[in-house]
């Protein structure tokens, strides 16, 4: 059988993983400054999380949500307690989309409403409801006509509230940073002013959480860079380190009703351990102020650096814009400095999405690395 042909492929092919490292089969290294597309959170292979992983698996990896699975209280209370959201409910499904669809579902349902406003550059994923609120033509096979979609420019508080005024908006779903779009963080007073224009207007306010949450930003939440209180929050990617786990967080005064949510993978044992290894390691390590250390110095080295037109982003969330495409400058940086970093649906926007333990050493490898590829000439920046 052929393999469905996703993504192009660059033939590089890593077989483990170490730190900020992968490495392939004949041992060459490579400076992980995509994360796995912001999904490595603790750093590959970390052994806190191999073993917790791995001791669950040989106890009992599964069974179904149709008995006790203590794990998931101890999930929920952790990352109530480290995100500050303890009276928030967790629903734990398997993706940032199925999070997201979840999200979509109760706020028509709570609302007795259908219209979603979503903004321009939005990704929030591929699934019927979630690709119909992402700002992507290219990916938008499924025209889901359950959930029309209105799409506004980011920070446009005028828009959203003309839209929120004709009375039949069920949601506004917006990314903590808008991270496919091109890291593009939405001002804190659009953002504050949001919970109040919708819940005027009989709607929900869901935050998309799935990229720049889970310490991301160098806040538990990005959302929490200003003083906001979503209806609901998804999250996923950063959650399980590499396993597939994501949830829906759900505001109190939503009151879901018990049965309307339900999925045969999501909160399963395994799943579990790995979502507790990251919140122990999270902790533990206390990454989130290693998140916003390393995650300054980058934005302020690489702007003072003057090769970029703009440098944007939180912690280690972070967007380099160019005059021109970044296709060729990320070739060379892969190939000749093996350095992985990610692109965004702006063709002149880089993102770094680099572990949150990464150290400052490989801070400046990764500066350097930019510094020759884009000025093989010069030897270093710092
Ligand atoms: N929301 C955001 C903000 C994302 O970046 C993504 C994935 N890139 C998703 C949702 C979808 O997540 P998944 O691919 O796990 O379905």
């Given at each position: 059988m052929?393999?469905?042909d996703?993504?192009?492929l660059?033939?590089?092919?890593?077989?483990?993983?170490?730190?900020t490292?992968?490495?392939?089969?004949?041992?060459k290294?490579?400076?992980?400054?995509?994360?796995?597309?912001?999904v490595?959170?603790?750093?590959?292979a970390?052994?806190h999380?191999?073993?917790?992983?791995?001791?669950q698996?040989?106890r009992?990896?599964?069974?179904?949500n149709?008995v006790?699975?203590?794990?998931?209280q101890?999930?929920?209370?952790k990352?109530?307690r480290?995100?500050?959201l303890?009276?928030?409910q967790?629903f734990?499904?398997?993706?940032g989309?199925e999070?997201n669809?979840?999200a979509?579902?109760?706020?028509?349902?709570?609302?007795?409403?259908?219209?979603?406003?979503?903004?321009?550059g939005?990704?929030?994923?591929?699934?019927?409801?979630?690709?119909?609120?992402?700002?992507?033509?290219?990916?938008?096979?499924?025209?889901n006509?359950?959930?029309?979609?209105t799409f506004?420019?980011?920070d446009?508080?005028a828009?959203?509230?003309?839209?929120?005024d004709?009375?039949?908006?069920?949601a506004?779903?917006?990314?903590?940073?808008?991270?496919i779009?091109?890291i593009?963080?939405?001002?804190?007073?659009?953002?504050?002013?949001?919970?109040?224009?919708?819940?005027?207007?009989?709607a929900?306010l869901?935050?998309d959480?799935?990229?720049s949450?889970?310490?991301?930003s160098?806040?538990?939440?990005?959302f929490?860079?200003?003083e906001v209180?979503?209806?609901i929050?998804?999250?996923?990617?950063?959650?399980?380190?590499?396993?597939p786990?994501?949830?829906?967080?759900?505001?109190?005064?939503?009151?879901?009703?018990?049965?309307m949510?339900?999925?045969?993978?999501g909160g399963s044992?395994l799943?579990?351990?790995?979502?507790?290894?990251?919140?122990d390691?999270?902790e533990q390590?206390n990454?989130?102020?290693?998140?916003?250390?390393?995650g300054?110095?980058l934005m302020?080295?690489l702007?003072a650096?003057?090769?970029?037109?703009?440098v944007r982003?939180h912690?280690?969330?972070?967007g380099l814009q160019m005059n021109?495409?970044?296709?060729e400058l990320r070739k060379?940086?892969?190939?000749?400095?093996?350095?992985?970093?990610?692109?965004?649906?702006?063709?002149?926007?880089?993102?770094?999405?680099p572990p949150?333990?990464v150290?400052?050493?490989?801070c400046?490898?990764?500066?350097?690395a930019?510094?020759?590829?884009l000025n093989?000439?010069?030897?270093?920046l710092?």
């Amino acid at each position: 059988m052929t393999l469905f042909d996703v993504y192009s492929l660059y033939p590089i092919e890593p077989v483990r993983g170490e730190g900020t490292y992968v490495f392939t089969e004949e041992g060459k290294r490579y400076l992980d400054f995509y994360g796995g597309h912001a999904v490595i959170s603790i750093g590959h292979a970390h052994p806190h999380y191999v073993k917790k992983i791995s001791d669950q698996v040989a106890r009992i990896g599964f069974y179904s949500n149709s008995v006790e699975n203590p794990l998931q209280q101890e999930l929920a209370d952790k990352l109530g307690r480290l995100s500050g959201l303890d009276d928030y409910q967790l629903f734990l499904v398997s993706s940032g989309a199925e999070a997201n669809e979840n999200a979509l579902k109760l706020a028509s349902f709570r609302t007795g409403r259908s219209r979603i406003i979503a903004f321009r550059g939005a990704f929030h994923g591929r699934t019927s409801a979630a690709v119909n609120a992402t700002d992507n033509e290219a990916i938008k096979a499924p025209i889901n006509r359950n959930y029309p979609i209105t799409f506004l420019e980011l920070d446009d508080l005028a828009a959203v509230r003309e839209e929120l005024d004709k009375g039949d908006v069920a949601a506004v779903i917006i990314e903590g940073i808008q991270g496919i779009g091109g890291i593009h963080v939405p001002e804190a007073a659009f953002l504050e002013a949001l919970p109040e224009l919708c819940h005027d207007n009989g709607a929900l306010l869901i935050l998309d959480e799935v990229q720049s949450g889970y310490g991301r930003s160098g806040k538990f939440f990005a959302f929490q860079h200003s003083e906001v209180r979503p209806d609901i929050i998804t999250v996923a990617k950063g959650m399980g380190n590499g396993f597939p786990i994501g949830g829906v967080l759900i505001a109190p005064e939503l009151e879901p009703k018990s049965g309307m949510l339900g999925t045969t993978f999501g909160g399963s044992h395994l799943a579990c351990a790995a979502g507790i290894a990251v919140l122990d390691v999270i902790e533990q390590e206390n990454l989130l102020e290693n998140t916003r250390t390393q995650g300054n110095y980058l934005m302020e080295t690489l702007e003072a650096s003057g090769l970029f037109t703009e440098v944007r982003g939180h912690g280690l969330m972070i967007g380099l814009q160019m005059n021109g495409p970044i296709g060729e400058l990320r070739k060379r940086l892969l190939f000749e400095h093996h350095v992985f970093t990610g692109s965004a649906k702006d063709p002149n926007t880089i993102r770094l999405l680099p572990p949150l333990n990464v150290c400052r050493e490989e801070c400046d490898r990764m500066i350097e690395a930019f510094q020759q590829a884009l000025n093989p000439e010069e030897v270093s920046l710092r």
